[in-house]
């Protein structure tokens, strides 16, 4: 039985290593521009943290200057808003396409981190198998 649970508790550590250090599962994507006409353009970026982070959006204007960022769920981004972001420019991004999928993809992420994972729940027996052994 000691030899099963050591076997056991060698293969369940290595799965967790695996899930630990392994290319993270959020999706990886390139920032997404939207032409906000006159000049004006927003980039739409992924989570710069996977684990806390939000898909979120920057807002320029015809000189290249920000003047606003903000999550998709409308918290503010590095302390920003879009409080100083013309009416008509802020409608024509959140009613973009590229705008919906990253709320979409950012409901996805927020969701997932309160799901079980099984990367917490081997740690969670891995670590209950160590008491049994005791």
């Known amino acids: 039985m000691k030899n099963f649970n050591k076997i056991l508790l060698t293969v369940l550590t ?3 290593m695996f899930s ?3 290319p ?3 999706e990886a994507a390139s920032s997404a521009h939207v032409d906000l006409g ?3 353009d927003a980039r739409i970026d992924r989570p710069h943290d996977t684990k806390t982070g939000k898909w979120h959006g920057h807002v ?3 000189k290249g200057k920000q003047i606003g960022a903000e999550n998709v769920d409308g918290t ?3 302390g920003k808003d879009f409080k100083k972001v013309p009416k008509k420019k802020l409608e024509k991004l959140k009613k973009s396409k590229k705008w919906k999928d990253a709320k ?3 409901k996805k992420l927020v969701d997932s981190r309160s799901e079980m994972s099984w990367v917490k729940f081997l740690a969670w027996l891995a670590s209950n198998l ?3 052994n005791i």
Do not use: E
């Open 104 to 106: 979409s993809k950012n």
């Open 20 to 22: 630990i250090f392994s």
């Open 60 to 62: 320029y204007d015809n």
């Open 76 to 78: 503010k981004h590095d």
């Open 38 to 40: 006159g000049g004006w």
């Open 14 to 16: 290595a799965i967790l």
């Open 24 to 26: 993270n599962m959020a």
């Open 130 to 132: 160590v008491l049994l």
